[in-house]
């Protein structure tokens, strides 16, 4: 938490775009705030439905909890989503650091669609899909493995899959990524290699498992 405030607070004050490293310490630090939370949530959601097939005492607390938690990735990630829209896009030059800006605007959005069904969720499904295909646009000229543009795929693909429950657009959007990054493996950065490896794993796992559905 000392990581994300701290960067938050250098954001506000910066004139200028987040450099590299900075850039990675506000993605990682909220990251794991979200990741930690998310995770506790799908656990709290096993549990009610447990507690609620016994029809137990614990129903309230376990309701409780779920509803903390989901009020935290909340507004974690409306904080999160505002930082992206009033200081870091405008600052931003390079395509590279705009698209990393919109995919992880795109995937915080996604979060919140993920929790909420009233009205207000249309509007976060169709601003995550907005900047996914936006960012999606701009990598058009990246190679296959860059990392940036092959976890864009990965979220985008999982997006469509998840929240637009649209399983061939996933698949598609994880073979053309898979496709691409196998043409150009030979070329990729060594400071690279581990994050592209990691995350086209991860596409091809993806991919497998929707296509037996």
């Not at 646009?137 to 998840?162: A, H, K, M």
């Not at 996933?170 to 950065?189: H, M, V, Y």
Request: hydrophobic share 30%; charged share 35%.
């Amino acid at each position: 938490r000392f990581a994300a405030k701290y960067i938050e607070d250098l954001i506000k004050k910066k004139k200028e775009d987040l450099t590299k490293d900075e850039k990675n310490i506000f993605y990682n630090s909220n990251k794991y705030i979200i990741n930690s939370k998310r995770c506790a949530l799908r656990t709290t959601n096993i549990l009610k439905e447990k507690e609620e097939r016994h029809s137990t005492q614990y129903i309230p607390i376990v309701t409780n909890y779920k509803n903390i938690l989901e009020s935290e990735i909340i507004d974690l990630s409306k904080n999160i989503i505002n930082i992206i829209n009033t200081y870091l896009l405008k600052k931003t030059l390079s395509d590279e650091s705009k698209v990393f800006y919109l995919k992880m605007k795109a995937d915080y959005c996604r979060y919140i669609c993920e929790i909420i069904n009233t009205n207000e969720n249309q509007t976060y499904v169709e601003e995550s899909e907005k900047c996914y295909k936006e960012a999606s646009d701009l990598v058009q000229n990246f190679p296959w493995t860059n990392p940036i543009r092959l976890g864009l795929s990965l979220n985008y693909s999982v997006f469509y899959y998840e929240i637009k429950k649209n399983v061939n657009q996933a698949i598609k959007i994880g073979k053309e990524a898979i496709k691409g990054a196998k043409k150009q493996f030979d070329k990729i950065k060594e400071e690279e290699d581990k994050d592209a490896s990691f995350t086209l794993q991860t596409l091809k796992e993806n991919v497998l498992i929707w296509e037996k559905e």
